[in-house]
């Protein structure tokens, strides 16, 4: 027990100081930006076209244009050629993405292959999302007073108390996603590749040993349109030592499904699939996490408000429960309330694995959401405190009226009510953690020349939104590669076109 709380203090000092920093890193940005119409003119070269792209060398690959690979590849290009690698398209031009009047849209009616958002849903028969757009999962997250003490106004810290954090949209309402920072990267030595998906890893043998060393990648066109495949290959500079790195930053459903698709996983697993076993590393797709949310509607009936995010969040019962309320749009002319909460530090681990070799299909994911008794039981706790929430006197002055009685008694009624409604907070992680998957520099054990850098390294995601640790995780592990390779005599490799 005092070992588990000492790794959880531990872990929430980490996130405050790195949500602080990823607070001025993002202020940084948005200072570069000081009209909505200057958004996205400074990136770097973009294309669809997997020819141009088809052959080409370059220092590192980085596969996934999300929040954690975006900050990384901007601070690669400092010193190296970079490739970014993305299954989704651009945010820029799409109001669905930028505007805040649209909040929540995407996650309307996502489909197969174009929509920013693509729907799935876990072995749990719990519905959730993931990000299919340069920015990834930034470019989908989402006002209350939760009536929880004290209150501490603005603020960046993981405080316990009613808080407001910050947000996404500027004071035009415009959206800043991930994909923003790439303009403080050096244009010259990024090219990104749109809606291509990467469909396995390169390697080749190391005549020194067993290790398998990485020479590229695979991808094909995320349209669906055909299955050709391409290829994209790592610059070879005479000494070996210096070479650069495939780094998956997918997410936590991406990264450990290309890794199966690559080979390297549960060697019974992949034997099912057909798929050659490169490595036999039994913690890919382990220990996957979803912190299980739970909802209730404010409001009686939908409405015609403003879609709008939540910003004014609620931090209780030691850091475990974490309130917010927001508008969603249920359909393009009405809205509800939710007030919902999610469960920090969750018991219940699940599993990911392969449904088809198809990359573009989702892994099959179940996270064995309140599985764990102890995860029942305190989920029974987050619907008495929501009830409470939803019949506080701000949310009563908000609706305008007295707000929708969803009064449970009995303990067996909390219960079943968890069972049926649990849901995501979209806050899923693991299945490619440190220590079983990389080591502690998001090394693959085992491989040479691949990293992991996102989510699905997390054991934990404590935080409010793990968005911003996810963007200083991409950024200073860029910072490390870059200053472990200073004293190497190999320079920048510019892209080839």
Avoid at 239 to 256: K, Y
Wanted: proline content about 5%; some cysteine.
């Amino acid at each position: 027990m005092e070992t588990g709380r000492t790794r959880m203090e531990l872990t929430l000092i980490i996130y405050r100081y790195v949500l602080f920093t990823a607070f001025l890193f993002l202020v940084l940005v948005k200072l570069s930006h000081s009209f909505p119409s200057t958004q996205g003119k400074n990136l770097p070269y973009l294309t669809s076209d997997v020819e141009e792209v088809s052959g080409k060398s370059f220092d590192y690959i980085v596969v996934g244009g999300g929040t954690a690979g975006c900050p990384l590849a901007a601070t690669l290009s400092e010193r190296f050629s970079v490739l970014v690698i993305e299954r989704g398209g651009s945010p820029y031009g799409n109001p669905l993405v930028s505007d805040k009047m649209y909040y929540g849209f995407p996650l309307i009616q996502p489909d197969e292959f174009s929509s920013v958002a693509q729907s799935f849903v876990s072995k749990d028969g719990v519905e959730s999302h993931r990000g299919r757009v340069l920015g990834g999962s930034s470019a989908i997250n989402g006002l209350l007073e939760a009536g929880i003490l004290p209150y501490n106004g603005f603020s960046m810290e993981h405080i316990e108390g009613t808080k407001i954090g910050g947000t996404l949209f500027d004071e035009y309402g415009i959206r800043h996603t991930s994909a923003d920072l790439l303009e403080i990267g050096n244009p010259e030595n990024i090219i990104v590749l749109l809606n291509a998906t990467v469909k396995n890893i390169i390697f080749h043998v190391n005549g020194k040993g067993n290790e398998s060393m990485v020479r590229g990648v695979r991808f094909i066109k995320s349209d669906g349109s055909t299955s050709q495949t391409y290829e994209a290959y790592l610059n070879q500079p005479e000494n070996s030592s210096s070479w650069g790195d495939v780094i998956l930053s997918a997410g936590a459903l991406g990264s450990p499904q290309i890794l199966l698709l690559s080979g390297i996983g549960p060697e019974k697993h992949l034997r099912n699939f057909g798929i050659p076993l490169v490595l036999d590393l039994k913690g890919v797709g382990k220990e996957m996490k979803d912190n299980p949310g739970i909802a209730l509607l404010a409001d009686t009936k939908p409405t015609h408000r403003f879609p709008d995010a939540p910003q004014v969040a609620g931090i209780t019962k030691d850091m475990k429960f974490i309130v917010e309320g927001g508008i969603v749009p249920i359909s393009f002319n009405a809205t509800r309330m939710p007030i919902a909460i999610k469960l920090a530090f969750p018991e219940s681990k699940g599993t990911l694995e392969l449904n088809s070799t198809d990359p573009r299909q989702n892994p099959a994911v179940e996270f064995h959401y309140l599985e764990k008794e102890k995860d029942l039981e305190e989920c029974t706790k987050m619907v008495q405190l929501l009830n409470k929430i939803a019949g506080s006197r701000s949310v009563v002055l908000f609706l305008g009226k007295e707000p929708q009685n969803n009064l449970m008694s009995s303990q067996d009624e909390l219960r079943n009510f968890c069972k049926k409604n649990v849901r995501t907070y979209y806050h899923y992680h693991g299945g490619s953690t440190v220590g079983s998957v990389v080591d502690d520099d998001y090394k693959v054990h085992g491989i040479k020349g691949l990293r992991v850098i996102d989510g699905s390294t997390f054991l934990e995601s404590p935080g409010t939104n793990p968005m911003a640790t996810v963007l200083m995780l991409g950024r200073y592990q860029g910072i490390k590669i870059v200053r472990e390779r200073q004293n190497t005599s190999v320079s920048c490799s510019p892209p080839q076109l």
